[in-house]
């Protein structure tokens, strides 16, 4: 399985930027995907996820109300849409994978699959 992510960039604080993590079409249909980040010096979180096909998601406490996401099964392609970025939110965030979620949505234990990760910076 192959995750590529892309969308990342650096936007003011109160900004916006949507991620892209492109997938084959069985892994974006079928898979648990989720989005984590992390920043320097710390532990990498879970951001969000969607679990099954049309959903249900989750979101860190963190992000709920400013971030979305999405599984677009025609471009096979799963979105966070991050709006009102903070500094805080400054970090490398990762696509994640599997073919299913045994623990917690949030744990990194639970995905196998990984993407290389797009930089996203706040100022």
């Known amino acids: 399985v192959q995750l590529v992510e892309s969308g990342g960039g650096s936007v003011q604080a109160g900004g916006s930027l949507t991620l892209s993590c492109a997938a084959s079409?069985?892994?974006?249909?079928?898979?648990?995907m989720a989005w984590f980040r992390q920043a320097p010096g710390k532990e990498r979180e879970g951001v969000a996820a969607?679990?099954?096909?049309?959903?249900?998601?989750f979101y860190a406490d963190s992000v709920k109300g400013r971030f979305t996401i999405s599984r677009d099964n025609a471009k096979t392609t799963v979105y966070p849409q991050m709006n009102s970025l903070k500094p805080e939110d400054t970090a490398m965030y990762y696509c994640?994978?599997?073919?299913?979620?045994?623990?917690?949505?949030?744990?990194?234990?639970?995905?196998?699959?990984w993407g290389q990760g797009t930089q996203v910076t706040v100022s």
């Open positions: 994640a994978a599997n073919i299913g979620v045994g623990g917690r949505w949030d744990d990194t234990r639970s995905y196998r699959y």
């Open positions: 079409p069985y892994t974006i249909r079928t898979y648990a």
């Open positions: 969607i679990l099954f096909r049309s959903g249900p998601t």
